[in-house]
């Protein structure tokens, strides 16, 4: 029973736009949430995050909004540019639980195309 | 300062053997984490550990063992490899106050 599910595998966008990656999770222990990017043969590194007191934190072109009632968030990335072709994944972490372990979704591929 | 290194990069088995894969870090974070990925699945912990000499399972830890002598390093043990193991193994550590982990570049496993 997966907690956090991204639902869209992959995502095509003209360069110029407005990418936006979704994320659902079903655990109301949930309280910070993140996202990362992952290039082939890389490790994912950490993009943005936002803690469950806020519905919306921005850095740049990135931008993560988040809906506790709804348990989604969404990653919109403006403008997207051919180097935010990756994979972007949510995570999510439950406050005080041991280790402060994060629960990822599968993953979302985007497509900047030129 | 490097942060987050693996090693080996890529490794191919044969079913029944047994391999450790090294996680170091530089960076004097007490967390550290061992994670697999496979298509479509994310990223699911194996095991993690608090500090130096601590241990703990996560999500899909059977098949492996770990151990964490030195705060710095973080090692993954396959004591008898099985196809079910081919993945891509990342490592993570993260320190007490921040809530991001930071990721090595990984390790890719074939199991034959």
């Known amino acids: 029973d997966q907690q956090v599910k991204q639902n869209s595998p992959s995502l095509s966008v003209q360069e110029g736009r407005i990418s936006i990656l979704n994320c659902d999770y079903t655990?109301?222990?949930?309280?910070?949430f993140l996202w990362y990017k992952k290039y082939p043969a890389e490790g994912p590194t950490f993009l943005i995050s936002?803690?469950?007191?806020?519905d919306k934190n921005e850095d740049g072109r990135f931008t993560v909004f988040l809906n506790k009632s709804a348990k989604h968030l969404s990653l919109h990335i403006v403008p997207s540019q051919p180097g935010d072709s990756a994979v972007y994944f949510c995570?999510?972490?439950?406050?005080?639980?041991?280790?402060?372990?994060?629960?990822f979704g599968g993953g979302t591929r985007l497509m900047v195309k030129p | 300062n490097a942060g987050v290194t693996q090693t080996p990069k890529f490794r191919v088995l044969k079913t029944g053997q047994s391999m450790t894969l090294l996680c170091a870090q530089d960076?004097?974070?007490?967390?550290m984490y061992w994670y697999r990925q496979d298509p479509g699945m994310g990223l699911r912990l194996i095991h993690y550990?608090?500090?130096?000499?601590?241990?703990a399972k996560g999500e899909v830890p059977d098949g492996y063992n770990v151990s964490r002598l030195k705060k710095q390093n973080f090692l993954l043990g396959l004591e008898s490899a099985a196809p079910s193991q081919t993945s891509v193994y990342f490592c993570?550590?993260?320190?007490?106050?921040?809530?991001?982990?930071?990721f090595g570049p990984g390790t890719r496993l074939l199991v034959l």
């Open positions: 993570a550590s993260r320190g007490q106050v921040s809530e991001t982990q930071y």
């Open positions: 655990n109301s222990m949930f309280d910070y």
């Open positions: 936002i803690s469950s007191i806020k």
């Open positions: 995570a999510a972490s439950a406050g005080g639980n041991a280790g402060n372990m994060l629960t």
């Open positions: 960076m004097n974070h007490e967390y």
């Open positions: 550990s608090v500090g130096e000499g601590t241990t």
